[in-house]
Structure formats: C-alpha cells, structure tokens
C-alpha cells in the first residue's frame, strides 16, 4: 500500500510542476513515505531523517515532510522530535501545503507497469492486539466502487494487464458505503474490462471471508486462483490474546472450502513467532498446522513488541530473541521443504505467464497464482501473457521453455 500511494503521491507533485529527481542532494522537496509495522522498520524512517537533517543543514533551501505510518495524531509530538521536518501528513492524505487548491478525483501513478497496486478500503477496524495500523490509519474507509472502476479502466488505458487491489482488510470493503457493496461485487464489475487480464487482492482476514467471495473467486475468470490468508498461529489460546477472533478450527473449515470451490487455489499466510508466553507446544500447534494445510508462501517474522499496541502494554516480551531465531528457522525450513514439493508437481506442465521483464538475460513473469517463472528466447514478450512448459523447480522459482503459437 505504501508503494501504491508513493506512486500516486509523486504523479500529483508532477502535475503540480514538479520533476523527480536522481538523489535527494538534487531535490527542492523531500516526501518520505514511513512504515512502521515492525520496530526495525520504524528505526529505519527515524535514520533516515536523522540522515535528512545532515542534508538540510548542508542545504536549509530544501523542503522535508514525512507521511505515512509513522505519523499519528500526535502531530505536536513529531514536530518536537523532529524540527527540521516542514510539514508532516497521514497516509493517502494530500500534502498540506496545498489543502486549499482544488483536487482532482483521481491520482494514477506516472508510469504504471503492467502490475499495479490500486487501494480499494484504508484502516482497520480490528485492532489485533500486536499491530500499530489501526492506531496510524484509522478506521476503515471504503473508495465508491464506481471511482475505484474509472481508476482501473484508465490504467488499463495506460497499459496496464493485472492490478492488485489492497486494505489492511479488503475482506471488509464497502460495509461503509450507501447500499453496501462487497469486494465480490466489486470484483465482478472489474471482471468486464476490456484489456484487463488478471485481478489479485490482498489482504484476506479469516474471520471475514464470505461464501460469496470464494464463490466469486470461483467463475470469475480474470480474478487469479491466490489467496492470501494469514493465520498467524496455531494455537487457540494464542489466538485469543492476539485478538484474532477466530479458531483454529474455523479457520481449518475455511481452507477446506476455498479449496472445495475454486480449483487450483494457493494459498498464502503470515505467521508469527514468540508471541508473549507461547510455549513449545503452542509453537508446535502452529508447525503442525502448517504442515497439514501446506500452504504454498509462508511469510513468517518474530514478535517485536510495538509502543502503542495492546500486547505492548498487557504482555511482557518474554520470549527470548534465540528462541525465537530458532522458531523462526523451523518454520522457514519447513515451508522450504513443503514449497519444494509443491512445485515439484509443475515439472512437465504447462504454465501461463504475464511477462514482466528480464534479469539475468531472462524473461521472467508470474502465474496466476504469483509463481515466479523464468524462460530465455530472443523475442521481445513484455505485457504479453504466454504459454510456458515447465523444465526445472524449485521452491523459489521455475524454470521453462516457450511453447510456440501460445502468445496472447
């Protein structure tokens, strides 16, 4: 989400007559977009303006301002800790220096790529016990279903072949809206562009997944067979003091439905770790449910307690940091072995790939169900989406040839 409104934020300063530059030193204004969904991220943004003030101080013409995550409603607060930083806005805000001109509707990124991210839903209304988001982008607000259609018409217009439609929750888009859309619905009214080749969403919260959607997923044609599903833990208990709101057992029913329904269906799920008192058993109730759903990303990360949170002010971080390394290898190893043999499975098939670009000499591209590809031929196949026999796998990546007369 970041990336998408650093996009659109840099499209509107050039309207308004700025250029972008190469490096900062040759910058009249400086925007830094902050994430702070983890410490080490918030540590990051904080040496970053430190390394900021230096530049101003070399050259005091230059204009700082900082949105994104790391700005709350404490805005007196930030501008002590930082007094060299003109102006500071929330995320998907305007800039404040020119609230008082006349805004237009839409802010498409510059120079769009094939894939492209488009916010459908900003904030949460969950507040999970571990997460800041709430705290910093409020509660959830939904975009009118028909400027979110123009937007997307417009980008395909552009060139684009596959958006990624994001909220902390897209599950909960359109509950604030006059006559109560859903993302199903949204996802068939996108479904009808002409020149549109594939659709994602994340991200997904289990407690909120409708029948409607799955079905939607189902027999739309554009929308892509991936879904991101956090789990976060395996462990009932654990579940219930990250304020998750949902079982173990609930969420096992609703991968056996998603997998019921839509044929081919992969699924992804965020982990975490060294949750404030999760014992061994805890932590193995996690690694035994991952090894019978099998999913096929796992993104997993460590506990890190977050000021402003509830488990930062109930819990104590008693886990120690090895221990959780350690959680953390297994779990990574045993997603390692799991991927492995899930790709293991393509050898022989045949793929379709939107072609992003080359590295390394290579095309490379993605499947609908977001597995990166590579393939060498001397034909230029940018944007197109093309049939790709599958020569070599591994858990990271696949390895293929072009089937001829299989362009598109």
Known sequence: MNKAESERLGSYLEQLGYQATATAEEADLIVLNSCVVRQSAENRVINKLNALKSLQMS??????????????????????????????????????????QDKVGIILPRHPSLSTFVTIIQGCDN????????????????????EIV??????????????TLLGQNVDSYGHDLPNKPDLADLLKELNTINGL?????????????????????????????LICLPVQSGDNDILKVMRRDYTVEHYRQLVEQIRNKIAGVALSTDVIVGFPSESPHQFQQTVNLLSELRFDTVHVAAYSPRPGTIASSVFEDNIPLAEKRERLHKIEQLQESIATEINAQLLGKTVEVLVEGKKGGKW????????????????????HLVKIRIEKTSPWSLQGKFELNSIN
């Open 150 to 163: 123009i937007e997307v018409k417009e980008l395909v217009r552009r060139g684009v072949k596959e958006v």
């Open 59 to 100: 050259n005091p013409g230059i204009t700082i301002a900082l949105t994104g995550c790391l700005v709350n409603s404490n805005i007196n607060q930030l501008r002590e800790n930082f007094p060299y930083v003109d102006y500071f806005f929330k995320p998907g805000d305007y800039p404040p220096w020119i609230e008082k």
């Open 364 to 383: 490379q591209g993605r499947t609908r169900d977001s597995k990166l590809v590579f393939f060498s031929d001397n034909n230029d196949y940018l944007g």
């Open 197 to 225: 080749a594939r659709i994602r969403f994340l991200t997904n919260h289990p407690k909120d997944m409708s029948s409607k959607l799955i079905e939607a997923i189902a027999y739309l044609d554009k929308v892509c067979e």
């Open 127 to 146: 507040f999970c016990s571990y997460c800041i988001v709430p705290y910093r982008r409020g509660q959830e607000r939904s975009r009118p279903l028909a």
